[in-house]
Every structure is written in structure tokens, then in C-alpha cells.
């Protein structure tokens, strides 16, 4: 699945880091969504959404 987190998260000034914990998943996990290498469970891609207070879709587009 498609997804710009990595322009969202750097555009708010967060490190992946900083953004597992707000959304308290590990490092790794914000890492491998954002190299498209792991689509994230429904619960987290709310998490992320809210956390960046917008819609799912508007993160993450599918293929």
C-alpha cells in the first residue's frame, strides 16, 4: 500500500522515533510502513490518522 508518512512525519519535525512513540509501536514498524514494506492493521492506521489528524485514505492510497 501506497502511504506519504515519511512526508508527513518529517514535515511535523518528528523522527521515526518520536512518531513510534506517540503511536507506540517500535521504530522499526514506522520504518517498514514507510518503505511500503509492511501495510500497517487497521487499529495503527487509525492511530496515524488521527495522530496526524486526517483520514486514513488521505495517508494511505492502495495499489
Do not use: W
Amino acid at each position: 500500500m501506497k502511504n506519504d508518512l515519511r512526508e508527513r512525519r518529517e514535515a511535523a519535525g518528528m523522527s521515526q522515533a518520536d512518531l513510534a512513540a506517540a503511536v507506540d509501536v517500535t521504530r522499526q514498524t514506522i520504518n517498514a510502513i514507510e518503505r511500503e514494506r509492511y501495510d500497517p492493521s487497521l487499529e495503527l492506521a487509525f492511530q496515524l490518522a488521527a495522530h496526524f489528524e486526517c483520514r486514513i485514505e488521505d495517508i494511505f492510497t492502495p495499489e
